[in-house]
């Protein structure tokens, strides 16, 4: 599905991502787990797309993608669900939608809208409000999970869908991004630092990024090593 091969970026002269090489098969659920400021998110917007000045590769189902636009990628089925999606005051969030929606007629798209919103316990009064204006932190990640289902990509990238989620909300993100993945046969890549998620999803391979990098990559029990003995010991092992 995704291979990333020898990749390195920079922000204003900074290498924020160094030779990081990473592959995705078709099917899978992957966990990127990491430290604040290891490169995440960063590692995230560039498969999307959001960086010219990259060095590497990046290979879509055999595809290099490496240089086309954020459109093109989303096109081909990408999908990034930011980990602080942007506020747009003015603009309604029932009008995004329905120009994101897939369907033949206006009414199709409504009907699709409010089905998915329904299933995801989204009240349909915060579509009448602006884009992510004033949306609570448990809602904006709802709304992420909301736009996945209406792109239907074939690689979703969840950043930190996780984060300021309370139990309850925590256990239905998990199931809506499990369910998703189930019907849709589509690969997760799903960015957190916390393992609290990881308890309510099939996981079938975690890698880990300190510094710009990958440093391990292995099954489940990497997230129960990781609890146990914390990030820096894969700095001192230098592995
Ligand atoms: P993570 O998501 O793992 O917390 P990020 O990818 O957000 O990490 O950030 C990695 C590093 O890159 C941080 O040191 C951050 O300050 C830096 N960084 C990210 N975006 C920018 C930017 N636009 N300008 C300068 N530095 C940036
Ligand atoms: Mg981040």
């Known amino acids: 599905m995704l291979e990333i091969e020898n990749l390195y970026i920079k922000i204003n002269d900074k290498e924020i991502i160094k030779n990081l090489s990473l592959k995705i098969e078709d099917n899978e659920l992957h966990v990127l787990m990491g430290p604040n400021g290891s490169g995440k998110s960063t590692l995230a917007k560039s498969i999307m797309g959001y960086f010219d000045n990259i060095n590497g590769r990046i290979l879509f189902n055999g595809l290099d993608i490496t240089k086309l636009s954020i459109e093109e990628r989303s096109k ?3 999908f990034l669900g930011f980990q602080n999606p942007i506020e747009i005051e003015g603009l309604s969030t029932m009008t995004f939608l329905t120009h994101i929606a897939k369907g033949s007629s206006f009414k199709e798209k409504i009907d699709l809208i409010y ?3 329904d299933r995801l316990k989204i009240d349909k009064e915060m579509l009448s ?3 992510n204006f004033g949306f609570s932190g448990g ?3 709802r709304f992420e999970i909301m736009q996945m289902y209406l792109l239907k990509p074939k690689l979703a990238i969840l ?3 996780d984060s300021g989620l309370d139990v309850d909300s ?3 993100i998990a199931k809506a991004i499990s369910d998703y993945k189930k019907e849709s ?3 997760i890549l799903l960015i957190t630092h916390y393992s609290r998620i990881t308890n309510y999803l099939d996981i079938n391979r975690v890698s880990v990024m300190l510094n710009g990098t990958i440093v391990k990559s292995g099954d489940i029990n990497l997230i129960k090593e990781i609890e146990q ?3 820096n010991y894969l700095v001192d092992s230098n592995v």
């Open 76 to 78: 081909l089925g990408i």
């Open 115 to 117: 089905s998915i919103a």
């Open 129 to 131: 409000r602006s884009l």
């Open 139 to 141: 809602e904006k990640k």
């Open 159 to 161: 950043d930190e869908p």
């Open 170 to 172: 925590l256990k239905e």
């Open 185 to 187: 046969n589509a690969s």
């Open 229 to 231: 003995k914390g990030y």
